[in-house]
């Protein structure tokens, strides 16, 4: 009786090619998760540049004059603010309020560089601001 001898185990381009598609899975799975860390430090700065506005917009009238004009600085070492203040115009119906009142619509623009790329948020709000009456106009 002759006994065939069958090897058993892979040939080298069974290994190969093995090796090809871990390689090429590797690549995919690195990918995805250094796209995942890109996104999460983007998402950081986004909700960083909302704080800084948020901050702007809360010190006008607050801590700051409620007048018109345009002021601007720097909040650490990557994000610039830019804060326009300017009257408001409200609708019609509006125009009839009980209060004398002035309206000012407040925006506050915050920019930097994320990966080499400029990005840019911008906030607005409007604020009011009471007219003083002078003595004895009757109203």
Known sequence: MLASRHQ????????LVAFVILAMSLTVIFR???GGLRNVALSEDY???VLVAESQLSAIGVSEPLQQGVTSGEWG?????????EHYQPWAQDKELAAPLLGYLVTVNVDWEHAGRNRQISLSSVRLKQVKRL???GR
Do not use: C, K, N, P
């Open 47 to 49: 909700a960083q540049a």
């Open 32 to 34: 995805i998760f250094s």
């Open 8 to 15: 058993q185990g892979f040939s080298l381009i069974e290994i």
């Open 135 to 137: 003595a004895g106009s």
């Open 77 to 85: 070492d990557r994000f610039r603010w830019q804060r326009m203040v």
